[in-house]
């Protein structure tokens, strides 16, 4: 017999299914199977990551609530900070179908035409994971130009959702002063997920802070690659170099505009 898990969660779940008609409807609105959530109940097991998200966005409630003292717990459930909306609404997009996306774990090629760099290909890397029931982005862009004697090192960090075959990447400068940035990938194939092309908007580092838009292609290369060679290739490459895989070339080159500059009226 599985002993008890010593826990707040299990109590404050408890009270938290006495506040509902019933566990059924629960389980089936929450979209988790009755008999593993009697035993979230029973303190048998405790719910995973995702789950325990699930659980809390259906309650209004962080997942980190269920581990408060039982009187405070009741307090916050009685009044709870968020009111579901919007916002509660934007958050509980993140990640979307989290299996699907678990198997686009791992680390990247990021290539993009650059507004600031014309004629050129912006070659960065990427490390998508799991965190806490959330899949997270993290992004490094490294440019030298020795024409213009400029060094650029930027980091990104973002999270990531999967909807109906497609990826939702959202991200963050992680200098002072940063932007957003929006990009939505695809696979080549239902089941080719070397290759993920799409479109990333943001603004251009060196127009003025310009909004753009441009195609980009990743290339998956695995989940634990040779690190200090994938940051040593991010820069710029030619357009037409024959440094860049071919599925890349044919994609950032075919006809038609690539980018897509916003300008004041």
Request: aromatic share 10%; with cysteine; hydrophobic share 35%.
């Amino acid at each position: 017999m599985t002993a008890p898990i010593k826990s707040n969660l299990a109590t404050n779940l408890r009270f938290a299914c006495d506040t509902r008609p019933s566990i059924t409807a629960i389980c089936r609105e929450i979209g988790i199977n009755r008999q593993q959530f009697n035993r979230y109940l029973a303190a048998q097991s405790r719910p995973s990551p995702y789950n325990t998200g699930r659980i809390a966005r259906y309650f209004g409630l962080g997942p980190q609530d269920f581990e408060l003292p039982e009187k405070r717990f009741q307090e916050l459930l009685e009044t709870p900070a968020e009111a579901v909306g919007p916002i509660s609404l934007l958050r509980d997009g993140f990640p979307g179908n989290l299996p699907a996306l678990r198997s686009y774990a791992g680390y990247y090629e990021l290539f993009h035409k650059s507004l600031s760099w014309p004629g050129k290909i912006v070659r960065s890397c990427s490390l998508i994971e799991e965190k806490a029931g959330q899949i997270t982005v993290k992004s490094i862009e490294r440019i030298y130009d020795p024409d213009l004697e400029i060094r650029q090192f930027s980091k990104y960090a973002g999270l990531a959702a999967y909807w109906r075959n497609r990826l939702f990447i959202v991200e963050r400068g992680m200098a002072e002063h940063s932007f957003l940035s929006q990009t939505t990938l695809m696979p080549f194939g239902e089941h080719q997920r070397t290759y993920l092309r799409g479109v990333t908007t943001g603004v251009s580092w060196r127009q003025e802070n310009m909004p753009y838009s441009t195609r980009t292609i990743w290339r998956a290369v695995g989940t634990n690659p040779d690190k200090r060679k994938l940051l040593e290739g991010c820069g710029l490459i030619a357009e037409r170099s024959p440094k860049l895989p071919l599925p890349v070339r044919r994609y950032l080159n075919s006809e038609g505009e690539n980018h897509t500059l916003v300008t004041a009226r």
